[in-house]
Every structure is written in structure tokens, then in C-alpha cells.
């Protein structure tokens, strides 16, 4: 095996890999996991290194408070050491720990020369001594050394990408076809107009149900024969489907799309991080509420897709993120422009940004009037494109007199990437971004 050109990816465990990385773990003498010294290992607190479906090595992490930040395990396959896989695999969980607030790093070691690793490469120092409580690591030493590091120079990655994703929000909760006839209200509607949207480069389609008087619903049976629709021309194309506190509030209303058996369940899920105010009533999300939905979208592996309209629901993420609520990578909206959130302007999309958490993908989009300006923003900083009817105009001049559909708006999505010079980014490439698993 050679990794000497680096042909091994760095992402987040998944689930299933806790038993592989429990092997990993066997040459260092600490394969009897959970033990007194070592609890149960959380997938969602470790990354690995693969190269072509094997595991060359895993880093985990945790958080001793809200700005400290400890090392839990690592191993590296004996016929890997030496070629830099435990130096990225470290990297890695000291951006990630930066990114969520930590500005301290705790590691606990016994071998003299991985002691020694962490003094050299990372500006770790010795703080103090720990007695081992069970046999662990180098049986004849007793006692771990315990080293600390700064985090506050660590460098966090860009949350930018190459490519330009496209999410579709086509319907929303709020306009009707007597305001815009090309909105999609019906099952059939919405799943040609997601199909439509597919053709022309979206990755993700954004859906809000309906019922025959037109009305919002989050009756389960209407998604489930949008996303069949949907899934029988286009198994490709990433679903999303709203949990929105906007028409009600009740976690049983909310969640009730997310027990769409497996063939009908949807790959995303939308997560508002906080109540707000739009213009004429209110979205509530309380702590319990948004703790829940995540909670069982984490179970049914669906990936929440987090929507922001202010920073501190970007805090929030990080949060969750800690009490191992969302599991990394995570994706964004960033929506502004609302009346009662933040305002859409450059400066607040950038800031917005640079406080998400390391190796999150992001999306912007502008409410109403907001919204070109906003894509264009987005576009030339390196994110991706939320666009649609549920976020903008319902005409396509200012005057109000051409009447926009989904596809226009999705057609501009692409004229930015183009003039920006950005490829579009498939439904299998936002896959791999967000390791959606199918």
C-alpha cells in the first residue's frame, strides 16, 4: 500500500466503522474498548483516513468545556506510519475543534516518541501527569503525560468550493397560483417542476407539500407521492423536505415526514436553528423542538439542512454539533433580507461565513427583492446558490410586469456560475461534499 502521493481521503466516520476502528486501535494495546480508561466510541467525534475502501487510520475528539478541546484516540496502520497520515489526521481535529470555539487542545500520552510527535509538529506542552486506571496503551508506564496546545493560530479551512451548488426551494408556504401561475402546488406540479430543476442543474430540491385547497401540510402520505414521483425519473437528484415551525408549531406535525419508510424517506430535512420574526407572524423553534428534529433525523440518517437568518443560530450549529445532535459535515442556507433578521447585504453574508464550522458547505439566498444581489454575492464568494419561488420574486423584472417560474430563476443560478466561472456541482458531487449516505 502507498500513500506516499496522498491519494487517501480524510472525511467523518459513519457509523458502521466504530468496530474498524476499534481494530485499528489493537497494535497500541487499546482494543478493550469501552473500558474504565475509555468509554464507548461516538462516530460523530471521529474522523478517519481510506484509500480505496480500506481505513489506514482514525483521529477522535471531544470537549472537556465549551473552549477546550481533548484527543481521544489515534492509530495509524503499522504499514502506514511515516507517511504523513497521523500529521493530517491531527490537522484535522485541531480545525475542527478551532472551528466549534475551542481555544485550547488536552492530549494524553505514554509513549515517549509520540510525546515527543506532538511537541514537534503541533507546539504541544507538558502540563501535568494522570494516572492510568486500567491497563491501556504501554503497560510498564503507569501514568499518562498530559499535553496542552494553543488552537487559537490554527487555520481553519475556507468554506468555499470549486463548484457551484444549486438548491431549488420551488413552492414555499406562502404564495399561491393566483399570485404566480407557474408555481407548483400539486404532487404532480412539484415533482415535475424538482425534475425540471434537475435537468437544468440543481443538486437539491427543496419541497413544501400542499394540500387540494392549496394550504401548507405536513400530511406525510402528500411527500411521500411527491418524492416517488421524483425518485421513479431521477433517483440521482438529493430531496429535501421542510420541517418549518412557520404554520405550526407541534413536534408531532413536524417530524411526521421524517418516518417515511426507506424508499420514500427524504435524503435532507430542513433545521431552523431559531425562532424569528418574518413580516407578518412568527417561525417559533424552541430548544426542545429543534433538539428533537434533529435528534430523529439523525437517527433515520437524514442530513439536516440548517437555515440561518442571523449568527446566532450559526452558534447554535456548533452546539448541536458538541452534544453530538449533527453529525459533520453539516450544510447551511444562509437566507437574508427577512424583515427581523439580518440584512442582505455583502458584509453580513461574509461574516455569516466565516463563522460557520470547518468543512460545511453553504448555500445563500435573498428574500424577495434581496434575492439577485445576494446570488451574486454568493456566487463570487465561492458558495452555493438557494433559489426558487419560495425565496424570490415572483416576477422577473422590478416593475413587476414578466411573471418569473422555477426555471428562470434556476437558469440565472447558472448564468452566475458561468460568468464567476464555476462548474455546477451534480447531485453526486453534494453527496461526497456532505457524505450523504443512501
Known sequence: MSTSEHTYKIRFARSDEIPAIIELMRPYNMHHIPSPEMGALDHKFFVVAEQKGQLLGAAGYTFLSDDVGKTTLMAVRPECTRMGVGKILQTRRMQILRSLGCSKIITNADRPETIAWYKQHFGYREIGKLLKIHSFGLNDVSEWTTLEADLTDV????????????????TGMKNRKSDNPYLPVTPAEIAKAALEAGELGAAIVHLHARDADEEPTPDPSIYADIISRIRGKNSNLIICVTT???????????????????????????????????????????PQIIQSLAFRMMERNIKPELEVFEVGMVEYSKYLIRKGLLRQPVYFNLILGSLGTMSASQENLRYLVSQLPAFSTWAASGIGKYHGNVQDFAAKMGGGLRTGLEDS?????????????????????????????????????????LELER
Request: avoid cysteine; aromatic fraction near 6%; glycine fraction near 4%.
Open 393 to 433: 420574486s415572483m416576477y422577473l423584472d422590478t416593475d413587476k410586469n414578466i411573471l418569473a417560474s422555477n426555471s428562470d430563476w434556476i437558469r440565472k443560478a447558472v448564468d452566475l456560475a458561468v460568468i464567476n466561472g464555476r462548474e455546477i456541482a451534480t447531485p453526486r458531487d453534494v453527496r461526497q461534499w
Open 155 to 170: 487555520e481553519v479551512p475556507s468554506s468555499m468550493q470549486k463548484k457551484l451548488l444549486i438548491n431549488v426551494a420551488l
Open 244 to 286: 418549518s415551525g412557520r404554520n405550526w408549531y407541534e413536534l408531532e406535525k413536524r417530524s411526521a415526514v421524517l418516518e417515511l419508510p426507506d424508499d420514500q424517506k427524504p435524503d435532507m430535512a430542513s433545521l431552523s436553528l431559531g425562532s424569528m420574526n418574518f413580516p407578518t407572524q412568527a417561525s417559533v423553534n424552541s
